[in-house]
């Protein structure tokens, strides 16, 4: 492999890249047509990229450390757990409305990476999200760990519809939205264990 482009080079790739395979999915785009989405000729990627492969890992590995740096920056900065929550929301939010080719790249194209390249996801993935539990772990001291993972999940969920359920909302609106629905959903108390009902009572 040659050179690694320079940043702003490897940023314009890499988003021609998402967007594309959000289009068409990744075995629906050749190396050729990558490359003219940035300018250039499908050879000339691998000089920066062994191959079309190893460009999805870049796109998903990328995207993964960037949300799992942001969070700690966000989280180190905070003032306070309850500030700490609503920046991860708000950072989280932005990328989901920015950046909607990559959930669907994540969403439908995590089985093509490589067995390397999808470990380094999940386990980039695993440290964002204890970042947002050891945040709700403060603010919620009586909630098991368990159950606030799940919760993060959930509203990550939910914050990732963005591609299906945005429609005709204006970015703001739905910012707004999608904050007050994520803090409801990771501040909502821990349900009580359901009870047992009764057995009936048999007739005499």
């Known amino acids: 492999m040659g050179p690694r482009p320079t940043i702003e080079r490897r940023t314009a790739i890499l988003g021609a ?40 890992g870049e796109v998903l590995v990328d995207i993964s450390e960037r949300l799992a740096r942001r969070g700690a920056e966000l989280v180190a900065r905070a003032s306070g757990p309850e500030e700490a929550l609503e920046l991860l929301l708000r950072g989280h939010i932005a990328f989901a409305l ?27 993935q695993r440290g964002y999200v204890e970042e947002w539990v050891d945040v709700l772990a403060a603010l919620r001291p009586g909630a ?26 204006p970015r703001d609106r739905m910012a707004q939205l999608l904050l007050a629905m994520g803090t409801a959903a990771l501040t909502v108390p821990e349900p009580s264990s359901p009870t047992t009902a009764s057995a009936p009572a048999s007739a005499d």
């Open 17 to 56: 890249a998402a967007e594309l395979f959000a289009e068409r999915g990744y075995r629906g785009v050749t190396i050729d047509e990558l490359g003219r989405a940035v300018g250039t000729t499908g050879p000339a990627l691998y000089r920066h990229f062994p191959g079309k492969e190893a460009l999805l």
């Open 98 to 124: 920015d950046e909607p080719a990559l959930i669907t790249v994540h969403d439908r194209e995590l089985g093509n990476l490589t067995e390397t390249d999808r470990r380094r996801v999940r386990r980039l």
């Open 144 to 169: 098991s760990r368990v159950t606030l993972r799940a919760a993060v999940h959930a509203t990550f969920g939910l914050l990732n519809s963005t591609p299906h359920s945005r429609g005709e909302l």
